[in-house]
């Protein structure tokens, strides 16, 4: 069976420091890739996409970035966090577009 | 694109019946749904192909109408274990959210 794994869980980070959130999957070979953040009482903003190795899509203009360096493996990075990137984050995988999303545990993350 | 959910939140006592709505302007491929628990991520519940579909998970079931415009999720005989947010998902490049219906069953 697949499993997603969403590591850390809980992060605080002042404002202006870096980030880099992970994101593997098992059980499953060529997902696509998501990320994904929701704000506190909010819905689910998609940030990224990715369909393989190497190859990302932005939703969304922000200082994130994200990078696909092996097939299972999905990284969410920021040079320097802002206040308003607080939220919860969230890493999904789904056989191809249109198909179901499965989401890992999710990392709450406190800019201060 | 993303859809648009009504209501926004719904309060329901043990044993009575909801619906929420997702609907679009556009004809969809697919319309998904998902339930998400306080503090917990998102988990899939089904996902609707074809107009005219219904489709059943427990007590938890959902259309998806003939013009594949609107999809609408059935809470019959609620469950205290039924409270969270309920999103739908449409697919136009890659899945679209709704903003979500918070449901809370009371006991």
Redesign the interface.
């Known amino acids: 069976s697949q499993t997603i794994h969403q590591w850390p869980a809980t992060l605080v980070q002042p404002v202006g420091s870096p980030l880099s959130l992970e994101c593997t999957v098992e059980g499953t070979s060529n997902p696509n890739l998501y990320w994904y953040r929701q704000a506190a009482g909010r819905g689910l903003q998609l940030l990224f996409y990715s369909v393989g190795i190497g190859q990302i899509s932005s939703e969304v203009p922000q200082n994130l970035s994200a990078s696909r360096p092996q097939d299972r493996q999905f990284i969410l990075s920021s040079k320097k966090l802002l206040l308003s990137d607080s939220g919860f984050y969230l890493c999904a995988w789904s056989k191809g577009a249109g198909y179901e999303q499965y989401f890992g545990p999710g990392t709450r993350l406190t800019v201060t | 694109q993303q859809p648009v959910q009504s209501p926004q939140a719904v309060i329901l006592r043990e044993g009575e019946d909801a619906v929420i709505n997702c609907s679009s302007s556009k004809a969809l491929?697919?319309v998904?749904w998902?339930r998400q628990k306080h503090g917990?991520?998102?988990?899939?519940l089904m996902?609707l192909l074809k107009g005219g579909e219904q489709k059943g998970h427990d007590k938890i079931s959902a259309s998806f109408n003939e013009k594949k415009q609107q999809s609408s999720l059935y809470l019959t005989a609620s469950q205290l274990s039924y409270s969270g947010t309920y999103?739908c998902?449409t697919?136009w490049?890659?899945?679209?959210?709704?903003?979500?219906t918070t449901v809370t069953v009371r006991a």
Do not use: D, Q, W
């Not at chain 2, 917990?40 to 899939?44: K, L, M, N, R």
């Not at chain 2, 490049?93 to 979500?100: D, I, N, R, V």
């Open positions: 491929y697919s998904h998902y917990e991520a998102p988990v899939f996902i999103f998902g697919v490049k890659e899945l679209s959210f709704g903003a979500g």
